[in-house]
């Protein structure tokens, strides 16, 4: 009897320490890995980055969503598949994507300081495919982000494979927020954005 109690003593914290992060993982918090260089220079291929499951989405930030029924123009899309993407529009936000590289959200100029001029105008208006529905870049041109869904760009521009070609990212598809461990330098690139 003696024997039993010990090894439940041990058992029970074990099993209720699994539970508990096992929780944590499901709804606040994951690591993923970087695949690609669709968000070169900001994040490396390979790096590991943290996935907030709860944080607000905001302009500018990182986020992680489920590629599935989003992006129908891949045929190696699967059920798993992950894109690691910046926010540009939120729902109901007016965008303009300006020839000479200047993005205006709801009128207001927005800072793209994450990326290259060459990035903003070239590699953002130079098209390897048609656009997307409801996407209208260049001088002239603006469009409206869907109720509950987002448009979203990779940082580097020339290779990303985004809401130019796909279209918007529902909400429902949205797995969180990426943000770089304190221990890596490159963490003030994607913390450190805001609405200005």
């Not at 800072?111 to 105008?121: D, E």
């Not at 760009?153 to 070609?165: A, E, T, V």
């Amino acid at each position: 009897m003696k024997i039993i109690k010990e090894i439940f003593s041990w058992i029970v914290p074990i099993i209720v320490g699994l539970l508990i992060a096992l929780l944590v993982r499901q709804f606040w918090f994951g690591i993923v890995r970087v695949d690609g260089t669709s968000m070169y220079p900001t994040l490396q291929n390979n790096e590991r980055v943290m996935l907030l499951k709860q944080a607000k989405i905001k302009h500018n930030t990182v986020i992680v969503f489920n590629a599935y029924g989003v992006d129908k123009n891949n045929s190696t899309v699967t059920k798993s598949t992950k894109y690691v993407k910046r926010v540009i529009g939120l729902p109901g936000d007016k965008i303009e994507y300006k020839t000479n590289g200047q993005l205006y959200v709801n009128g207001k100029k927005m800072s793209q300081s994450y990326i290259t001029k060459y990035q903003r105008s070239t590699g953002t208006l130079t098209l390897a495919l048609a656009e997307a529905k409801g996407v209208k870049l260049g001088t002239g041109n603006s469009f409206v982000v869907p109720k509950k869904e987002y448009f979203v760009l990779g940082d580097n521009r020339k290779d990303s494979n985004d809401s130019r070609y796909y279209g918007f990212v529902p909400k429902s598809k949205i797995d969180g927020v990426v943000k770089v461990p304190f221990w890596n330098s490159k963490k003030a690139l994607i913390n450190s954005y805001s609405d200005n």
